[in-house]
């Protein structure tokens, strides 16, 4: 197949965001006086979902709760944890040399808009991106077949098997379907591919440096 149009998530695809993804979360359960014994094993699972989604299912929240938890979680993600991550080895060489291949690059993320701006800004990878698509503050168009959807209404294009939606968790390959998209897992990131028994992507992806087999010449 060959793609005319890249769209790329961001945690667990770009960028290793666990450090203040969960670090933002433990400022919470900090905040909330959270037991010990009550705190989840294991917080991968708010890397990458819409954060009211894994607020919801982790804790057991409602969703005025989950709400709540979101602002505190963000005093701390929206001065320190923002800022606590790292690209992944070889990502800057794929995106560019994607980009000289003359494919379209677009940034499509659950994440806050705001914040992947911020990052990507930060970062110096948004040289690369044609467009940005993530959440708004509120939570709204956090699903990702509705940040797909946008993405292509902003790139003025419609959906096609043309168009690749890349990403680390089987909710990317889920929201791909929906949209009417090919989809590319990676496996690298923060999912693991028993996850994606169920719903296979078109592709796998096994290392950032493979990215590059995304272009066809």
């Known amino acids: 197949m060959k793609y005319t149009h890249l769209f790329f998530d961001l945690d667990g695809t770009l960028?290793?965001?666990?450090?203040?993804?969960l670090n933002s979360v433990k400022y919470f359960m900090d905040k909330k006086d959270i037991?010990?014994?009550?705190?989840?094993?294991?917080l991968n699972p708010f890397i990458g979902p819409p954060l009211r989604d894994s607020f919801r299912l982790l804790f057991?929240?409602?969703?005025?709760?989950a709400e709540q938890a979101v602002h505190i979680y963000r005093e701390y993600y929206s001065i320190k944890g923002y800022r606590e991550y790292s690209v992944y080895p070889h990502v800057e060489e794929a995106l560019n040399y994607l980009k000289n291949c003359g494919l379209s690059l677009s940034l499509v993320t659950s994440k806050a808009e705001y914040?992947?701006?911020?990052?990507i800004q930060e970062a110096g990878l948004s040289r690369w991106f044609d467009a940005v698509s993530g959440s708004m503050l509120t939570g709204e168009r956090s699903k990702k077949h509705e940040l797909i959807l946008h993405t292509l209404?902003?790139?003025?294009?419609?959906a096609s098997r043309s168009?690749?939606?890349?990403?680390?968790?089987?909710?990317d390959v889920e929201g791909a379907r929906a949209a009417g998209v090919s989809s590319a897992a990676v496996l690298y990131g923060y999912g693991q591919k028993e996850e994606f028994t169920l719903m296979p992507p078109d592709r796998f992806i096994n290392s950032p440096r493979c990215?590059?087999?995304?272009a066809v010449k």
């Open 163 to 171: 168009i690749l939606m890349v990403g680390d968790r089987y909710f």
């Open 115 to 119: 914040f992947a701006h911020k990052i």
């Open 35 to 42: 037991a010990e014994e009550d705190r989840p094993l294991d």
């Open 211 to 214: 990215l590059k087999s995304l």
């Open 15 to 21: 960028i290793d965001s666990r450090l203040g993804i």
């Open 153 to 158: 209404e902003q790139l003025q294009i419609k």
């Open 60 to 65: 057991g929240l409602t969703t005025n709760e």
